[in-house]
């Protein structure tokens, strides 16, 4: 008998992480997950992966890395394909939707199910502060109305 591979799927997104924690940022074709990506970075933030993510379970948590086969590059709309060393994989602490526009100025939880682990999900249609507001996710491990 043999046992099963690892469990993972392969996500359209893009994912950053800071502080040993990882970012999952969703949303359609053109939403801006490269552009939003490339801020963080700037903010101190390493690039995960661009585009396509897997994630697998390990120890009951969500973590993201780059597919084998994708080449250490981030798309800069309008100027093109820049080179990046990826980071290692690192635990998803909370989804970002930016297809998603939050109900209220201090919106309630949002959760997400990802391979039987719920996740928390911050709308990502907020406005210029998100790449600081998510580098300080990151640093701190606190996500606000999730705690």
């Known amino acids: ?4 591979g690892p469990v993972r799927i392969f996500c359209h997104a893009s994912a950053v992480a800071q502080n040993g924690r990882a970012a999952l940022i969703t949303g359609a ?12 970075m700037a903010l101190g933030a390493g690039l995960i992966a661009d585009d396509q993510v897997e994630l697998f379970l390990s120890d009951q948590v969500i973590c993201a890395r780059a ?9 800069a709309r309008g100027i093109g394909l820049l ?3 990826l980071h290692p994989p690192a635990p998803v602490i909370v989804i970002v939707d930016l297809d ?6 201090l919106p309630p939880p949002l959760h997400c199910g990802i391979l039987g682990v719920d996740l928390p999900v911050l709308a990502g249609q907020v406005g210029p502060h998100l790449a600081a507001s998510l580098c300080q996710i990151l640093t701190t491990g606190h996500i606000p109305h999730h705690d």
Do not use: C
Not at 1 to 4: E, Q, R
Not at 32 to 39: F, M, N, P
Not at 100 to 105: E, I, L, N, T, W
């Open 1 to 4: 008998m043999t046992s099963p």
């Open 29 to 40: 074709s053109g939403a801006g997950k490269s552009a939003l990506a490339l801020q963080m």
């Open 67 to 75: 597919p084998a086969t994708l080449p250490p590059l981030i798309e």
């Open 83 to 85: 080179r990046v060393a």
């Open 100 to 105: 998603r526009a939050p109900v209220a100025r």
